[in-house]
């Protein structure tokens, strides 16, 4: 039986998610623009980074009566072979940006 792994989330460099991006996700592209970057290690070992930027269709934020750097959509998710649901490491990401948030206000 495998053990639990211990996951870590956190905001990472440019470099570990472009690292992360050009070598496990499919587009082999950095998002532009302004975007928030998580890594991922499990077991202490870099598995990966996840990124946010600004919405691509300003329509989508005026359906919430937003403006656009009001806000953002999850743009990469480039793992390498892992243990802990994907769904677990974005849950992770998205309360770091609501603590980001908070933190501004």
């Not at 039986?1 to 440019?14: E, G």
């Not at 991922?40 to 990966?48: C, V």
């Not at 009566?65 to 959509?73: F, G, R």
Request: aromatic share 10%; hydrophobic share 40%; net charge positive.
């Amino acid at each position: 039986m495998q053990t639990k792994p211990t996951i870590l989330v956190a905001p990472c460099s440019y470099q570990a998610a472009k690292h992360a991006i050009l070598n496990w996700h499919y587009s082999k592209r950095m998002p532009f623009g302004k975007i928030n970057r998580f890594g991922a290690w499990e077991n202490n070992q870099f598995i990966g980074a996840i990124t946010y930027g600004y919405s691509a269709s300003p329509m989508v934020c005026k359906s919430f009566n937003l403006k656009q750097n009001q806000m953002c959509e999850l743009t990469r998710v480039a793992l390498t072979d892992h243990i802990t649901p994907v769904s677990k490491i974005i849950a992770i990401t998205i309360r770091l940006l609501k603590k980001k948030i908070q933190n501004c206000n």
